[in-house]
């Protein structure tokens, strides 16, 4: 049985639609996903489980979840009902559009228990947010008294080399830092290489044999993992640093079946190796000779499941994830 017992810290994901399409986003969100969020009735299902489990704070992302400020008031209204802190709201900015509406959403934001927001800084935003509006979202957080987390300030320095008032594409950041600036970029960030990331990064990594992944194949345990993990507002547990994957929450607590979540469970288990086995026994996948490592691997083979044959298979979910990288 696939079950947790207990969850340490996490957050929930209230929609994956973004107004951004970062190359560094983990997720792989854009403006192409459905408008869909997270309805008040799913986020009390899901704040009662979390509850349950011994986890009484989370902090809210996307997505950009305040792309439609309105709808996520509702979600703040039910965490309160049920006691639930909101750590944070992380947010890239895009809806800034003058002091006045944007002084009455943060008073809104208040109002429903929020006090501070994890603002986005960094030169992937800056390719779709001019950092004016990052600069007065952060000024207008200061006079309605919100706290800013900066995430993350040591980037400030380089986007503000630049005019703040215009949009700035990776190239021109190449141009100004030196060619191995996005490698640098991977490091100073600490990326997630899962989703768009490794998506953006792949051709730069090192390449490895096929055999030698498998040979050191070792069960993927953070699938698990209990310190960072994601909720969405489809109801299901997005593992802590593996995005594409998923279980539902409910069924995760009595305990989900393994032969469900045959990908998954392969996974969490065995290793890629496992994953291998079962995707050349059961749906005819043919291995390339090398990879840019185990996780280039494991998406070769999500990516084949999910888009060449189209499953419908309930571990990778959502189906956007591999759709609108
Ligand atoms: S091999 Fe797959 S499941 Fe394991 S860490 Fe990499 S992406 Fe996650």
Not at 69 to 93: F, G, M, Q, S, W
Request: hydrophobic share 35%; with cysteine; glycine share 6%.
């Amino acid at each position: 049985m696939l079950k947790i017992s207990y969850l340490v810290s996490g957050g929930i994901i209230t929609n994956y639609i973004c107004s951004s399409k970062c190359r560094h986003c983990s997720y792989s969100s854009s403006p192409k996903w459905p408008d869909d969020y997270m309805t008040p009735s799913m986020a009390d299902d899901i704040f009662s489980i979390l509850k349950s489990l011994g986890c009484f704070s989370v902090h809210i992302g996307g997505g950009e979840p305040l792309l439609k400020p309105d709808k996520i008031l509702d979600v703040l209204e039910v965490a309160r009902r049920n006691n639930i802190k909101i750590e944070y709201i992380e947010t890239n900015a895009s809806w800034y559009r003058d002091e006045g509406s944007t002084t009455a959403v943060l008073k809104e934001l208040k109002d429903h228990g929020v006090h501070t927001l994890l603002i986005s800084i960094d030169p992937y935003h800056n390719e779709y947010i001019p950092f004016w509006k990052v600069k007065a979202l952060i000024q207008a957080c200061s006079k309605a008294k919100m706290k800013v987390f900066p995430w993350q300030i040591e980037f400030w320095n380089d986007l503000d080399a630049m005019d703040d008032r215009i949009l700035h594409s990776f190239d021109e950041y190449t141009q100004l830092f030196g060619q191995d600036y996005p490698l640098k970029l991977l490091k100073r960030y600490g990326i997630n290489l899962k989703g768009r990331a490794l998506k953006t990064y792949k051709s730069m990594m090192k390449k490895q044999p096929f055999e030698r992944i498998l040979e050191e194949s070792k069960p993927c345990k953070l699938l698990s993992g209990i310190y960072h993990f994601h909720v969405d507002l489809y109801g299901s547990f997005i593992p802590q640093s593996c995005p594409g994957f998923s279980i539902r929450l409910k069924e995760l607590v009595h305990g989900a079946d393994p032969d469900k979540y045959r990908i998954f469970n392969s996974l969490e288990s065995i290793g890629i190796r496992g994953l291998v086995q079962l995707a050349k026994k059961e749906y005819g996948y043919i291995p390339k000779a090398e990879y840019a490592g185990k996780c280039d691997l494991c998406y070769n083979i999500r990516n084949y499941l999910v888009l060449e044959l189209g499953l419908d298979l309930p571990d990778l979910k959502p189906e956007g994830h591999y759709k609108y990288v």
